[in-house]
């Protein structure tokens, strides 16, 4: 599993989602622009710290865009409170292996190791008309080492 894969499924598995989803999945690279659709954005990796062995930790950065229902004070406040407390989720996160990482052909197992986020916030109107949505979004840090051995 790609760390794309492990985070769109870490993600379905938030307890919450299903109160702002209105499928059972997350669309990669994408969002509908109906309401109560997520869409998860790969936006880059690279390594961050690597050790006198060649062990790396890397980390792969993320946005996910959500589209929902803005139109009161009451909606926006729900929207906000969903991205703090899926943040707060995030971070929480236990370490955990079975992250697959492709170099020259060759698959190295790698080990996730914390999520933080940034930038959580109502980016746009998805129309002229508030009545249609609004496109929330949240940065999404994923760390994860992998050993230089299978390397």
Do not use: C
């Amino acid at each position: 599993m790609t760390i794309i894969d492990f985070m769109r499924q870490k993600l379905t598995e938030y307890p919450k989602i299903s109160e702002f989803m209105a499928g059972a999945d997350i669309h990669i690279d994408f969002t509908d622009p109906d309401p109560t659709n997520y869409g998860l954005s790969s936006t880059g990796d690279s390594p961050i710290r690597e050790d006198v062995l060649g062990n790396q930790i890397r980390q792969h950065n993320f946005v996910m865009y959500a589209v929902a229902p803005s139109f009161t004070d009451y909606n926006r406040l729900a929207n906000s409170n969903f991205l703090l407390e899926l943040a707060y989720w995030l971070e929480r996160l236990p370490e955990e292996g079975g992250i697959s990482v492709e170099i020259d052909n060759q698959a190295i197992i790698g080990r996730f190791l914390k999520a933080t986020t940034a930038n959580a916030m109502a980016m746009q109107p998805m129309t002229e008309d508030i009545n249609d949505g609004v496109l929330y979004q949240i940065q999404i840090y994923a760390q994860y080492k992998i050993e230089s051995e299978g390397f």
